[in-house]
Each structure stands twice: as C-alpha cells, then as structure tokens.
C-alpha cells in the first residue's frame, strides 16, 4: 500500500520559517503531482500549492511569495518551504499526491495524516 509520511510541522512566531516534508512509498509506478492543502477550524480545507509532474507549480494567492514547493522525484518526496509565516497560516496541513499504484490499477489521491503548524503573535 502506499503511504505518504510528513514531517517538519511545529510552532514558530510570527515571521518565521518552517520546511515540511512529505515522503510516498509503496508501489509507486508513476506521479502525476504532488501538492500540499490546509484546514484550519471551522474551514475548509484549501489547495497550498501544488506541483504537477513536468508542468509548472501554483499556490494560493495567500502564500504567493512567501510559500515555496519543490520535488525530488527521485525519492518522491515533495517538500514546501514556508517563510515570513503569519498566525492565519495556522492549520494541520496535510500532503497529497495523484499517483498510481499497483491496485487498484488507475491514477487516484493520496493522503497524509497531517502536521500541524502553528504561528503565535
């Protein structure tokens, strides 16, 4: 089966830094795009950024500038760095990718667990 593992969520004060990442094993025969959404309490959750296999990155237009995804498609993982953080960036935010995989036998999302990242005033 496959999994996706985060890492890298925390609490950091507003204008701070933090780099999540998020690593897909399993049977994994090909990555469509990876990306990275967020809920906070009482939203709903929201498309971050995403990264398209061979095509170009988008985000949302709250982090344009400040949010950065990236992708080592030889370990497939994908990563966001996250700078000049504000406290209405606070959410679980959760990894994703559209892959596929040995069954069922067709591309289809998968999803992490979550980390939390937290901004204080």
């Known amino acids: 089966q496959v999994q996706l593992v985060e890492s890298g969520g925390g609490l950091v004060q507003a204008g701070g830094s933090l780099r999540l990442s998020c690593a897909a094993s399993?049977?994994?025969?090909?990555?469509?795009?990876m990306g990275w959404y967020r809920q906070a309490p009482g939203k709903q959750r929201e498309l971050v950024a995403t990264?398209?296999?061979?095509?170009?990155?988008a985000y949302a237009d709250s982090v344009k500038g400040r949010f950065t995804i990236s992708r080592d498609n030889a370990k497939s993982t994908v990563y966001l760095q996250m700078n000049s953080l504000k406290p209405e960036d606070t959410a679980v935010y959760y990894c994703?990718?559209?892959?596929?995989?040995?069954?069922?036998?067709?591309?289809?999302?998968?999803w992490g667990q979550g980390t939390q990242v937290t901004v204080s005033s």
């Open positions: 994703n990718a559209n892959l596929l995989s040995s069954y069922p036998r067709y591309y289809k999302d998968y």
């Open positions: 399993g049977i994994i025969f090909s990555i469509n795009a």
């Open positions: 990264m398209p296999s061979g095509g170009t990155s």
